[in-house]
Nanobody, 123 residues
Framework: QVALAESGGGLVQAGDSLRLSCTAS????????MGWFRQAPGKGREFVAAIGGSGENTSHADSVKGRFTISRDNAKKTTYLQMNSLRPEDTAIYYCAAALSSKMLVIGRPETWGQGTQVTVSS
């Protein structure tokens, strides 16, 4: 089984940057599509970004394109979400996810969810 641990969340001001990290505990990290979702209070879990096993194929939600970038370092078994130009509406709990199928990842049905890290953006 794969276990995920997120870190890097915090309180920042609008316009600031933050980088989230997700470290995976699995011997097969390179076979997983990795992704990030977020959930604001009272709202459903929203897809943010995904990245294929090789790191070359990426997908970002329209709401974060041009501001957020997903990446991965397979040697470190770590997935990153670089968040720039943060806005108050980005405030949410951010969850890392791992899936053996890219389709399952994007529709919010990964093999494993992380426990989440809080990102709060003040105005």
């Amino acid at each position: 089984q794969v276990a995920l641990a997120e870190s890097g969340g915090g309180l920042v001001q609008a316009g600031d940057s933050l980088r989230l990290s997700c470290t995976a505990s699995t011997r097969a990290f390179g076979r997983y599509t990795m992704g990030w979702f977020r959930q604001a209070p009272g709202k459903g879990r929203e897809f943010v970004a995904a990245i294929g096993g090789s790191g070359e194929n990426t997908s970002h939600a329209d709401s974060v394109k041009g501001r957020f970038t997903i990446s991965r370092d397979n040697a470190k078994k770590t997935t990153y979400l670089q968040m720039n130009s943060l806005r108050p509406e980005d405030t949410a709990i951010y969850y890392c996810a791992a899936a053996l199928s890219s389709k399952m990842l994007v529709i919010g049905r990964p093999e494993t969810w992380g426990q989440g890290t809080q990102v709060t953006v003040s105005s």
